[in-house]
């Protein structure tokens, strides 16, 4: 066996056997070779299955301040390496390749399988934390295109959080929503306990807006318990409960409508409301029994003066449905028609200005068209109505 002074004299290219690695002859040995570097290299040396002579790397001789192996660490090395050979692995270097990489793809296997279980565990983790607004803003986008506005306006009434400013009354605030406790909860939690709560802290309050609420929320939970991600986190009955229906109660169906002898008492006050798009509103949603909302989002392009006739959107019917134009009807609409064509007064600081840069202005396209509304057009005629009926002593919804 070599001595570490032997070892040091090794030159550049040459090798030297420092004897069997293992048991006896057979078992390979262990060689060192010095580089074209200086650094002393160790080797498994070996005779393969096909006669033919191989050598394994063992690692670099520590020597010369260099980290690296001693030769004792050598020697076990190359003892391991020839427990294997004797094994019957004559190809050790192909052997050990191969089982280091199947050791690589086993621990990138195991790896992989961590990550993905990891992953699991996080969407898992966010998908229980999710939130009854989550959810319930999900809900609202996926259904919009198939509701009508007054549909998506109740929708996000029952859920808005409140404390925002009035549109007409602006020191006054929104009121939070019945389902707005709802929102900030998890999906998961809520269940039939938490509704029935909800429902006997509303009912002395707001009885019809609750009812209201428990109907869209019906709706929500059916359709949470049809989608293949949230199914697994709610109770689709959640909202179904006899107590919550008795809690809720039984709304009286509205039977309030104007007598043949209270017409004249209803145009007069309404004929009197100032302004001119909420009276003909007002008038031609009588004349033509059309619902409030499709007459609200009637545009210019669906009245026909040469035909006489108005094309309502219809919520039962997509293609929706053709009206005649009565006289008094025609009248109201050709002078809304003639208000809408004609600019508003120009703002005495934009008189000065050059016509080029002032800014365009273009008819609208609504029929009932209000300039203060986000929309464009006429959202809320119910306030003006009722001061009319008030006026005339009369007590009707529209």
Same mark, same amino acid.
């Given at each position: 066996?070599?001595?570490?002074?032997?070892?040091?004299?090794?030159?550049?290219?040459? &090798?030297?056997?420092?004897?069997?690695?293992?048991?006896?002859?057979?078992?390979?040995?262990?060689?060192?070779?010095?580089?074209?570097?200086?650094?002393?290299?160790?080797?498994?040396?070996?005779?393969?299955?096909?006669?033919?002579?191989?050598?394994?790397?063992?690692?670099?001789?520590?020597?010369?301040?260099?980290?690296?192996?001693?030769?004792?660490?050598?020697?076990?090395?190359?003892?391991?390496?020839?427990?294997?050979?004797?094994?019957?692995?004559?190809?050790?270097?192909?052997?050990?390749?191969?089982?280091?990489?199947?050791?690589?793809?086993?621990? /990138?296997?195991?790896?992989?399988?961590?990550?993905?279980?990891?992953?699991? /565990?996080?969407?898992?983790?966010?998908?229980?934390?999710?939130?009854?607004?989550?959810?319930?803003?999900?809900?609202?986008?996926?259904?919009?295109? $198939? &509701?009508?506005?007054?549909?998506?306006?109740?929708?996000?009434?029952?859920?808005?959080?409140?404390?925002?400013?009035?549109?007409?009354?602006?020191?006054?605030?929104?009121?939070?929503?019945?389902?707005?406790?709802?929102?900030?909860?998890?999906?998961?939690?809520?269940?039939?306990?938490?509704?029935?709560?909800?429902?006997?802290?509303?009912?002395? @309050?707001?009885?019809?807006?609750?009812?209201?609420?428990?109907?869209?929320?019906?709706?929500?939970?059916?359709? +949470?318990?049809?989608?293949?991600?949230?199914? +697994?986190?709610?109770?689709?009955?959640?909202?179904?409960?006899?107590?919550? $229906?008795?809690?809720?109660?039984?709304?009286?169906?509205?039977?309030?409508?104007?007598?043949?002898?209270?017409?004249?008492?209803?145009?007069?006050?309404?004929?009197?409301?100032?302004?001119? @798009?909420?009276?003909?509103?007002?008038?031609?949603?009588?004349?033509?029994?059309?619902?409030?909302? /499709?007459?609200?989002?009637?545009?210019?392009?669906?009245?026909?003066?040469?035909?006489?006739?108005?094309?309502?959107?219809?919520?039962?019917?997509?293609?929706? $449905?053709?009206?005649?134009?009565?006289?008094?009807?025609?009248?109201?609409?050709?002078?809304?028609?003639?208000?809408?064509?004609?600019?508003?007064?120009?703002?005495?600081?934009?008189?000065?200005?050059?016509?080029?840069?002032?800014? /365009? &202005?273009?008819?609208?396209?609504?029929?009932?068209?209000?300039?203060?509304?986000?929309?464009?057009?006429?959202?809320?005629?119910?306030?003006?109505?009722?001061?009319? +009926?008030?006026?005339?002593?009369?007590?009707?919804?529209?």
């Amino acid at each position: 066996m070599l001595q570490v002074r032997q070892l040091a004299g090794i030159k550049v290219g040459e &090798w030297a056997t420092d004897g069997p690695a293992g048991p006896g002859k057979g078992s390979g040995v262990l060689a060192f070779r010095r580089g074209q570097s200086g650094a002393l290299l160790a080797y498994f040396r070996f005779t393969r299955a096909n006669g033919g002579r191989g050598a394994y790397p063992i690692g670099q001789l520590a020597e010369r301040g260099r980290a690296g192996l001693t030769l004792a660490e050598a020697r076990d090395k190359a003892g391991e390496l020839a427990t294997i050979y004797l094994a019957g692995h004559k190809d050790i270097d192909t052997y050990l390749e191969s089982r280091e990489r199947q050791e690589r793809e086993a621990a /990138e296997a195991a790896e992989a399988e961590r990550v993905a279980k990891a992953t699991a /565990e996080a969407a898992q983790a966010a998908l229980e934390a999710l939130t009854v607004r989550e959810a319930w803003d999900r809900y609202v986008s996926e259904r919009t295109p $198939r &509701w009508s506005a007054l549909h998506l306006r109740d929708h996000r009434a029952m859920a808005q959080g409140g404390g925002e400013d009035r549109q007409r009354r602006p020191k006054v605030k929104t009121a939070p929503g019945p389902l707005a406790p709802l929102m900030g909860m998890r999906l998961m939690d809520l269940t039939p306990a938490i509704v029935e709560a909800l429902a006997n802290s509303e009912a002395a @309050t707001r009885p019809t807006r609750l009812r209201l609420a428990i109907r869209l929320l019906k709706a929500f939970l059916r359709w +949470c318990g049809e989608d293949p991600e949230l199914k +697994c986190l709610v109770d689709p009955s959640a909202a179904s409960t006899r107590k919550i $229906r008795e809690t809720a109660g039984q709304g009286q169906a509205k039977n309030d409508n104007l007598e043949k002898g209270q017409l004249a008492a209803w145009f007069k006050a309404v004929r009197g409301i100032s302004n001119p @798009t909420i009276s003909a509103y007002l008038q031609i949603l009588l004349l033509t029994g059309a619902r409030r909302e /499709e007459l609200a989002g009637l545009r210019w392009e669906d009245v026909n003066f040469m035909w006489q006739s108005i094309h309502l959107k219809d919520k039962v019917d997509e293609a929706g $449905r053709t009206i005649p134009m009565t006289f008094h009807v025609g009248a109201l609409l050709r002078d809304l028609k003639a208000r809408n064509e004609t600019p508003p007064p120009l703002p005495r600081r934009l008189r000065d200005t050059p016509e080029e840069d002032r800014p /365009e &202005w273009k008819p609208s396209p609504w029929v009932f068209s209000s300039p203060t509304a986000a929309s464009g057009r006429m959202v809320e005629p119910s306030i003006a109505h009722r001061r009319a +009926c008030q006026v005339a002593g009369l007590e009707v919804t529209l």
